[in-house]
């Protein structure tokens, strides 16, 4: 039995293979701010979610040392346990001051905090109204909850308000949203989705893994950026922020609620306080640096422009997020080689992360990178896209 098992497994991979959709690990060390070794070779590094720097900012380095040798490095078990710490709770309450909100529950992932939320909150007689590029950790959340799920176009607001009219007879209704959408880079229309929610009484879900640190006064994110309040904020700290973790800020109803009833948060291993002290200070430095988003805004700015005039088909909108579509699997894996032959890596994403014939490299920006780093990007996919007949 254990023999047919592999047999199937290895026919699995080589079906996987055959569509062009095999995936590897590659192995990342640290170079220069904006620059690392990709399997040994030093490239541009055009497709990390570490948008202002932070992840190698020696202040958090500094700050997470000094509390590892007060508390460890683990953090013994979950919060309800062993595991709560007052970094824990600081950190709770400095997100949620950071995003003007009532209260905060850490997660150890942001993956984990959609999770946790939408499957405690939506159940049997409710439906989740989940826009169509969400994020596959809503995805998932949804298909755990026992919620009817109904997915509406991307960013279609009439969809949207023609499938709420069609819910009415639900118990309750969540519409739940990326802010900013990973692989297309481009911005949830919030004050739209907050007026239909009040209109047809449904709860608003936002996710804000990519806003947080980017959009709004300070990087509060979405709900700051269109200036409205939603029911539901879900965020990482993986990005912008540049430690690890996961958070949901609302009202203190919601928290106490998802304290008890929010299995990702309830069983899972609770983050080390170290992190816990560096992700405070990483806040810190975002809230007093307006600077950071600015510069970071300019180099986005600078390298769209670039992009469009060369005649690259660029999605998205005014955030770090550059998709380039190129279309064919094929020529988008080749496209991607070529770039790091050229002293840049950006990888290419593939279906299923992106629909059939969008394949694409989705490049990123950092405040890390110079104006130079940025010709050399905007250079090599000038001489690749020549190459491939993409422009």
Request: charged letters at 25%.
């Amino acid at each position: 039995m254990l023999r047919q098992t592999h047999e199937w497994l290895a026919q699995e991979v080589d079906t996987i293979k055959d569509q062009r959709l095999y995936r590897q690990l590659r192995t990342i060390s640290p170079s220069t701010l904006g620059r690392s070794y990709v399997d040994g070779m030093e490239s541009i590094m055009a497709s990390s979610n570490n948008y202002l720097g932070l992840a190698e900012d020696q202040r958090l380095t500094d700050e997470a040392v000094k509390i590892m040798k007060e508390y460890g490095v683990g953090s013994t078990g979950s919060r309800l346990t062993t595991g709560n710490t007052i970094w824990h709770e600081k950190l709770e309450k400095r997100i949620a001051e950071f995003k003007n909100e009532e209260a905060a529950l850490i997660f150890s992932s942001g993956y984990l905090a959609n999770i946790g939320v939408i499957s405690s909150l939506a159940g049997e007689g409710d439906i989740i109204l989940s826009d169509q590029f969400n994020h596959a950790s809503i995805i998932d959340g949804c298909r755990l909850s026992r919620a009817e799920t109904s997915i509406y176009g991307h960013l279609n607001m009439e969809d949207l308000q023609e499938k709420l009219i069609h819910s009415q007879h639900y118990k309750r209704r969540f519409i739940v949203t990326d802010g900013v959408f990973s692989m297309d880079g481009d911005i949830a229309p919030l004050r739209e989705i907050k007026a239909l929610a009040e209109t047809y009484n449904a709860f608003v879900i936002v996710d804000d893994a990519h806003a947080t640190g980017i959009l709004g006064e300070n990087g509060r994110g979405t709900s700051d950026h269109f200036d409205v309040s939603v029911d539901v904020i879900v965020g990482t700290f993986s990005k912008s922020i540049g430690t690890e973790g996961g958070f949901v800020t609302g009202s203190r109803a919601l928290i106490e609620y998802l304290r008890n009833r929010a299995r990702p948060f309830i069983f899972q291993t609770a983050l080390p306080p170290s992190m816990m002290a560096a992700t405070i200070k990483a806040i810190d430095i975002i809230e007093t640096s307006p600077q950071l988003q600015d510069h970071l805004q300019h180099l986005i700015d600078y390298t769209r422009t670039e992009l469009l005039n060369f005649g690259f088909d660029v999605r998205g909108e005014r955030t770090p997020i550059l998709p380039v579509v190129i279309g064919d699997s094929k020529k988008t894996m080749n496209f991607s080689k070529e770039l790091e032959n050229n002293g840049v890596f950006a990888p290419a994403i593939r279906p299923p992360s992106v629909p059939q014939g969008e394949s694409r490299i989705r490049m990123t920006i950092m405040a890390t990178h110079t104006k130079e780093d940025i010709q050399e990007i905007c250079k090599a996919f000038y001489k690749v896209g020549k190459k491939f007949e993409v422009i």
